[in-house]
């Protein structure tokens, strides 16, 4: 069984750095698939983007925005994914989820299609 665990959030002004991570054991890390998810107060939770195995081609976003202003990245050695925001804003105040794909998936955007989940961290961005 896969276990994940997100670290990383906080309360941060808008527009400072912030980089989380997601430390992933009982599994070949360099064989899953990780996704970022995220969940704001009274909405659905939403794909930013995630992480799959294919090499150079290996990273993928929730749509174009998202592929602007963030950046994924995997550390296969370390067996972590980790999420970075240049410049949050306060619309991206939300839970923080990762999640893997156990069949590797090349580039799944839906929570089904997701294994197993960490227990989430809360990033709140202060205007």
């Known amino acids: 069984q896969v276990q994940l665990v997100e670290s990383g959030g906080g309360l941060v002004q808008a527009g400072v750095f912030l980089r989380l991570s997601c430390s992933v054991s009982?599994?070949?890390?360099?064989?899953?698939?990780m996704g970022w998810f995220r969940q704001a107060p009274g909405k659905e939770r939403e794909f930013v983007g995630g992480?799959?195995?294919?090499?150079?081609?290996?990273?993928?976003y929730g749509d174009t925005e998202k592929e602007d202003r963030f950046i994924i990245f995997r550390d296969n050695d370390r067996k972590q994914v980790y999420l970075e925001m240049p410049s949050p804003k306060p619309e991206d105040t939300a839970v923080y989820y990762c999640?893997?794909?156990?069949?590797?998936?090349?580039?799944?955007?839906?929570?089904?299609?997701?294994?197993?989940w960490g227990q989430g961290t809360q990033v709140t961005v202060s205007s």
């Open positions: 999640a893997a794909d156990e069949s590797g998936g090349r580039g799944p955007r839906y929570g089904r299609d997701y294994d197993s």
């Open positions: 009982g599994r070949t890390f360099s064989t899953l698939t």
């Open positions: 992480s799959n195995t294919l090499g150079k081609l290996s990273t993928f």
